[in-house]
């Protein structure tokens, strides 16, 4: 929403009433909405890895099942071209999942993704590990989770974001709620809105 500021007299000032339009010498706009997100978001460390859970947070956490028992999942596109973003500008990637299956790998194959790390029980020391390996801070690292499991590494990043249907106590503890719910290209927006804001 854009916000007119105008230059009134003292007389037109003393009658106005709320809904009243005003006519005057134009001073500036103001676009709440960007001022308002700028103003609300935690002071944003460089950025030099971005994480992600899978399900959940690149899916809508759905899990397809066919006749002959495969396993499907559907990705977001703008999350690939996010991905690409960042890896153009230098930020390493990766999926770090407590699942261990094959149509991830896939995924990540097809993304080009630096990191993979499936069947991942403690996400913290696994993070640690990374962060050690590529020397890396853990300050500069950007995780994105969306259940009870990614709270220790949500709490130890730089910057931790969550889904918009992430579980309530998750969001808490974020530092960035996404408008888009898992699945709706959550890492476009973050990459947009935060990384080349």
């Not at 261990?100 to 080009?112: A, G, P, Q, S, T």
């Not at 991942?120 to 969306?146: M, Q």
């Not at 888009?180 to 973050?190: D, F, N, T, W």
Request: hydrophobic residues 35%; charged residues 30%.
């Amino acid at each position: 929403m854009k916000i007119a500021l105008v230059s009134v007299d003292d007389n037109q000032a003393d009658s106005l009433k709320q809904n009243d339009v005003v006519t005057g010498n134009f001073l500036t706009f103001i676009n709440t909405e960007c001022d308002n997100l700028k103003n609300n978001l935690p002071k944003i460390p460089e950025i030099k890895m971005v994480l992600t859970d899978c399900d959940g947070c690149l899916t809508d956490g759905g899990m397809y099942y066919s006749e002959n028992g495969d396993e499907l999942k559907k990705f977001n596109t703008k999350d690939g071209m996010a991905f690409k973003l960042l890896r153009e500008h230098g930020i390493l990637t990766g999926i770090v999942t407590g699942e261990n299956v094959e149509l991830n790998r896939r995924r990540v194959e097809k993304l080009k993704l630096d990191i993979y790390e499936p069947g991942c029980t403690d996400k913290v020391a696994c993070i640690k590990k990374i962060c050690s390996e590529r020397n890396i801070d853990i300050n500069n690292v950007l995780y994105v989770g969306d259940d009870i499991n990614d709270l220790g590494v949500l709490e130890m990043v730089g910057y931790g974001c969550t889904p918009a249907d992430a579980i309530n106590e998750v969001k808490k503890a974020a530092k960035y709620v996404t408008k888009a719910k898992g699945g709706e290209g959550v890492i476009r927006e973050i990459t947009d809105n935060i990384i080349f804001a």
